[in-house]
Every structure is written in C-alpha cells, then in structure tokens.
C-alpha cells in the first residue's frame, strides 16, 4: 500500500485551527470525524464574512437582502457541483439530514396506502430509518427490513429482490455506515428499486468527506448529508429529483413559495451557515488543483482523498492485528479497502467501549464511544446493551503519525 501523499499534508493541516489545539500538554489527535469534522480557515472566513458584512432576510428590494438571495444561490450551486444534480432548484437546505428526512418522510408518506410496503436496513444510522418507520406506522404501511452479514458488516444485497415486490413504494439506504465504515452499492439498490416503481431515499452523511457523489450516476430519487461532515457548518443539504421534489405537497406555513426548492424550505435559514456550504464544496475542490470546472476539480479531488484515506486504513488494520484483544468490526481485508470508508468500530477485551475512549481522551487522542444512533447495527450485532462500541474515524486531515499514536495507545492498554 502506497503512503505518499497526493497533495501538501502540512499546507492543509495548517488551514484547519482546531488540528493546533494542545490539551494536557498534548496535542490533539481528532479521530472523532464520523461525528462531525473540524472546518477550515475559508469556511470560517465565509461564515464571519457574512455576519459581518451585515445580511438581512431573503427576497427583499434592497442591498442586503439581495446580498443574501446571492448566498443562497451560491450555495446551491456549490451543492448542484457537489452532487452532480442536474439544477439548482434540485436542492434543499435544512437544519440537518436528521430534520430533512422527518420532512421528506411525511410528505412521502401522503402518497401511501394501508397495505404498502417500504424498505429500511439494518445497517442505517436511525435518521435514516425512524422517519420512515414512523410515517410507515401512520399510514398502515409495511416496513421490511434489509439485513447486513455480521461477520464483515456488508448489506445483504442477495437478500434485497426477495424484500422487493409491486406494493414496495420506498427504499431507504445508507451509503456508508457511520458506524463500522461499509461502503454500499447504492447504484444496484436504485436498479433493482426501480424496476418495481419504488423511491430510493439515500443518506450520504458518512460517504460525503470519503468519495464522490454522482446523484445522476446513481440515479437516486433523493438523497441527503449534514455539512458539518464534511468540512462546512450545521446545516443540512438534500437533493431531490425536481419532478418529485415539485410534485410532492410540502408541510409549510403560508405564505410560501409554490415551487422548489423553496418550497421545502421552512423558515430562515442560517445564511451564515450556507455562505460555509460553498466555501466548503470550495475547500475540497482545492484539493483537486487549480484547472478544470469545480466539478472536475472535486472528481480529482476525492481521487486524492480516496488514495490518502485507504493508507491510512491500511495501517490501522496492519497495526489493530497485531494488537490481542483488539476486535475490528466490518471489513478488514486490505485487499477490499475500496469498499470502506477509513471508520473503524472495535471493541478491547477487559474494557468497556468507555472506558477506552476515557483513556485514548486522557492522551489527547479523541474518539467516540457507544452507538451513535445506529441502533440497529448494534442491536444486529448484540452490543446494544453492552455499550456499544469504539468508533475510531480518520479523515484527509490526520496523518500517519497520528494512526500510529492510536495504534500505541491501543496496544497499551491491551
């Protein structure tokens, strides 16, 4: 496995504030990124610049007003690139995914009868499933359950035509699980969907700091992540097919706009936060040199972050082997590193998932402990009630070194 890196490591680390923070005289190792990256110097410009200048709310005749309608279209257009839409007007902001989806799965739920059927899986983080159980209960619907293979934490795909069938209305699917990293094949999910005349709704908040989107290549009906993964601010961004997006009654107050995407947009924004979305999608786009489209430019660049992420990957698997006790969830051949993000779920006999992370903060190395609302993956693996697991998450920023602190650490304690 390659371990150079494709682009300057120090240059970018440097951009980021926060990878400076020293605690106990440490300085602070951040493999908590599945829960929320840390953000640049131009998204923090971008946020600051806006409050500052002075913005006022949309669609008004005067200068500040108008200053903002240019954010928001920036945005959306930052967001059309991210996720290759085909339209502006095919994206949605929101609070986050968690908000877009109880929106979306209301609405949907409108188009359903007692008797139909919808798909949710094992392997979703909660959002992405309680919605739709929810609205499914509402509306007298079924809800069939994808499972995923335990021993390498992949979707059972074999299993999904025997789920599908003419009463099936919606699928819903992670891309990558924000628990143990598994990437999934959203593409076949959206063909075999499709032939049976049902919705794919995709969440993508894990997939979208780790590889690229192509909603078109995809084919998917929607589709949605929160900024604050990758890079930007809290706030959240969906796309949708316009047809569906405009054919489908949104829960509004009046007056509102007739057409999307405003009129899935309930309330203000946080125009400050979508000024971050485009300095966001802009920052990744450096990554992929300075020729070409934005467009383009993020294609190479999540070539580069693909590359650098799977070294890393690489070496936390080679190092967790060698550690006794240590149990790494999900896909751990090197061979297959292609088919996970670098997210690690694992577990450390003698110790509580707790207490390890306890004792990796004591060094300054942070990571999350627990379920982070996949529930049901750890219901699926009989962990619910024994704490869960240690999710250990790298990102573009983290280095080798740091790899190598956690694996020490690790190995420490084992």
């Not at 739920?109 to 739709?132: C, F, K, S, Y």
């Not at 930007?232 to 316009?242: M, R, S, T």
């Not at 990554?287 to 489209?293: E, I, K």
């Amino acid at each position: 496995m390659k371990t150079q890196t494709p682009f300057d490591l120090q240059t970018i680390r440097s951009q980021f504030p926060a990878l400076q923070l020293v605690v106990n005289g440490r300085t602070a190792v951040y493999l908590d990124g599945p829960g929320g990256t840390q953000t640049p110097q131009p998204v923090i410009d971008a946020i600051a610049m806006y409050l500052m200048h002075g913005g006022s709310n949309q669609g008004g005749p005067f200068f500040t007003s108008q200053y903002t309608d240019g954010v928001i279209m920036a945005a959306r257009q930052a967001m059309m690139d991210f996720y290759h839409a085909r339209r502006p007007e095919e994206i949605v902001f929101g609070q986050n995914m968690t908000s877009l989806t109880f929106a979306f799965s209301r609405a949907l739920a409108q188009t359903w009868q007692p008797g139909d059927e919808i798909i949710v899986t094992r392997l979703d983080h909660d959002a992405n499933i309680t919605p739709w159980v929810l609205a499914a209960a509402d509306r007298g619907v079924t809800v069939r359950w994808l499972d995923f293979d335990p021993a390498d934490c992949t979707l059972r795909l074999d299993l999904l035509p025997g789920l599908l069938n003419e009463k099936t209305r919606l699928v819903a699917v992670t891309y990558a699980s924000n628990a143990v990293g598994s990437i999934s094949n959203v593409q076949h999910v959206v063909q075999m969907a499709h032939e049976v005349g049902a919705l794919v709704f995709v969440d993508s908040v894990h997939f979208a700091p780790h590889g690229l989107i192509d909603v078109q290549a995809l084919d998917c009906d929607f589709l949605a992540t929160s900024v604050y993964k990758f890079f930007g601010g809290h706030v959240g961004a969906l796309y949708g097919k316009y047809e569906l997006l405009d054919a489908l009654k949104a829960y509004k107050v009046r007056p509102s706009s007739p057409k999307p995407p405003g009129k899935w947009e309930t309330g203000t924004q946080s125009f400050e936060s979508l000024a971050g979305v485009t300095a966001a999608v802009d920052y990744i786009a450096m990554l992929g040199g300075d020729h070409g489209t934005r467009r383009e430019r993020l294609v190479q660049a999540m070539a580069h972050i693909k590359e650098y992420e799977m070294g890393l990957s690489y070496r936390f698997l080679e190092g967790a082997a060698k550690i006794p006790g240590l149990r790494v969830y999900g896909i751990t051949d090197v061979e297959n590193l292609e088919r996970r993000t670098p997210t690690f779920a694992v577990s450390l006999d003698g110790y509580a998932p707790e207490a390890v992370a306890a004792r990796l903060g004591e060094q300054s190395i942070f990571v999350w402990h627990g379920d982070y609302y996949a529930v049901a993956v750890m219901e699926r693996l009989g962990l619910a009630d024994k704490g869960g697991l240690v999710r250990i998450g790298f990102v573009h920023y983290n280095t080798h070194d740091e790899v190598e602190q956690v694996i020490e650490a690790l190995a420490a304690l084992a």
